[in-house]
């Protein structure tokens, strides 16, 4: 079993800030997957990572795979109330799931 | 195209009765996953298929059994149900460990 642990669990910024979560693990995996969960519904996918290193652009949202595969982040340039909700993290060997980030972003 | 359907959204159980979930796929994925969602916990796996007939344990399966006698229908069987399995119940599909597609979650309270 691969681990993820994903940080903060908790984030409640101001419209127009940055923000960086991430998601950790002692293990190496072959691929990373960072889902968006909004209230009611199912998460959704945003991205996959490969390759170590690995930089994915999303408009304002910026993924880095570590040059380990042991980590990745997400950072959100001027956060918007619509960026509010919960950011999972997968492993996509076993799509076994991390606790998340949920994300708040106020008006 | 509904993609992946659960049913029941919502229900509420006493102690000791059974339930089945289903989850209906029209996406023709050979993964289908059942996930349940507690708060701080995130999503963990309770059972999986990797295709019609097959069936494997997850992180947290004891209590739960599942039936994949169809390639489109994964279904999630409560025996015996307990409080502890209060828990928002998600289903997903997958293209051999591409992309999950998620259902709208089935939300089950046992009392």
């Known amino acids: 079993t691969q681990l993820l642990e994903q940080s903060p669990q908790f984030l409640s910024i101001q419209e127009g800030e940055n923000l960086t979560v991430y998601c950790n693990s002692s293990?190496?995996?072959?691929?990373l997957q960072w889902y968006r969960q909004e209230p009611g519904e199912g998460p959704v996918l945003l991205v996959t990572?490969?390759?170590?290193?690995e930089v994915k652009k999303l408009k304002r949202l910026t993924f880095q795979f570590g040059d380990a595969r042991k980590d990745s982040s997400l950072h959100i340039t001027a956060a918007q109330p619509g960026d509010t909700g919960l950011y999972l993290c997968?492993?996509?060997?076993?799509?076994?799931f991390g606790a998340g980030t949920r994300l708040t972003v106020k008006p | 195209n509904a993609g992946v359907t659960q049913t029941p959204k919502f229900r509420v159980l006493k102690t000791g009765q059974s339930m089945t979930l289903l989850c209906a796929q029209d996406?023709?994925?050979?993964?289908m996953y059942w996930y349940r969602q507690d708060p701080g916990m995130g999503l963990r796996l309770i059972h999986y298929s990797v295709g019609e007939g097959t069936t494997a344990k997850g992180e947290v399966p004891d209590g739960y059994n599942v039936s994949r006698l169809k390639k489109q229908n994964f279904l999630l069987g409560l025996e015996s149900a307990a409080p502890s399995q209060t828990s928002v119940y998600f289903c997903?599909?997958?293209?051999?460990?591409?992309?999950?597609?998620f259902g709208q979650g089935t939300r089950l309270t046992v009392v």
């Open positions: 997903a599909v997958d293209r051999k460990n591409t992309e999950a597609f």
């Open positions: 293990s190496v995996f072959s691929s």
């Open positions: 996406m023709n994925h050979e993964y």
């Open positions: 990572v490969v390759t170590g290193g």
């Open positions: 997968a492993g996509l060997n076993d799509m076994r």
